[in-house]
């Protein structure tokens, strides 16, 4: 079956957003690699090597919200090369920037110059190409809850909720307690080796779920009008 030209140049630049992707987590799995030989590191002693474990866990949560941030950057660098209009983009993603670039949850209310130029604001955003905010809004808490919110805006399937739910929630809860001094928490070395892969795990999966979300164009389906 013969690919449309403009659907080929679209699988060219999806297969970018991919490799992009793909290389981000292999670089991330080696700093994960680098922050998990601190805490088995012979040379230092038991209390040094307990700090490391503990501290470990805001290591690798920065590892993983940041992956987060990045590979929806990445998506929608993708998204924004298409040159969507209002009329073809999906509901979900139109929703969320359109609230989010035209402050449509407080709209002024008594100037009149305000009023005309958010109508015209309005008008212009409607007309033109939609140019999709990349400010990825994780309030510095990317658990399973947060992760599906930012995979509902941006049309992305979520992660298995069975699979990541329970053990991401409970990395982020601890990381939380660590970063605001718990100073109760305790990190076994079992711990650290079932979260840094829980990490790389949660990476590959989301990869995964924005890849099969371009092939199958969720980004157009369900326009809103």
Request: negative net charge; glycine residues 0%.
């Amino acid at each position: 079956m013969l690919v449309a030209p403009w659907r080929f140049l679209e699988i060219i630049k999806m297969n970018k957003v991919i490799s992009e992707i793909q290389a981000d987590i292999d670089w991330r799995i080696s700093e994960i690699a680098t922050i998990k030989s601190i805490t088995v590191d012979l040379s230092l002693s038991e209390h040094k090597k307990a700090a490391a474990r503990k501290y470990s866990i805001p290591a690798f949560y920065a590892v993983w919200e940041s992956f987060v941030v990045k590979s929806f950057e990445t998506y929608i660098i993708f998204l924004n090369s298409l040159e969507m209009s209002f009329t073809n983009i999906n509901s979900h993603i139109l929703t969320h920037n359109s609230y989010a670039c035209l402050s449509l949850a407080n709209p002024p209310q008594n100037n009149i110059d305000k009023k005309k130029e958010f109508i015209s604001k309005i008008y212009n955003y409607i007309k033109n190409k939609i140019k999709i905010s990349t400010d990825i809004s994780t309030h510095s808490n990317v658990d399973f809850k947060c992760l599906t919110e930012i995979c509902y805006r941006y049309k992305v399937y979520t992660l298995d909720r069975e699979t990541f739910e329970g053990e991401l929630n409970k990395f982020v809860n601890l990381r939380n307690k660590i970063a605001h001094g718990d100073n109760s928490v305790i990190i076994n070395q079992e711990y650290v080796d079932s979260v840094s892969e829980l990490i790389i795990k949660a990476m590959d999966s989301l990869c995964e779920n924005i890849e099969n979300a371009m092939n199958n164009e969720e980004y157009i389906k369900e326009p809103i009008v």
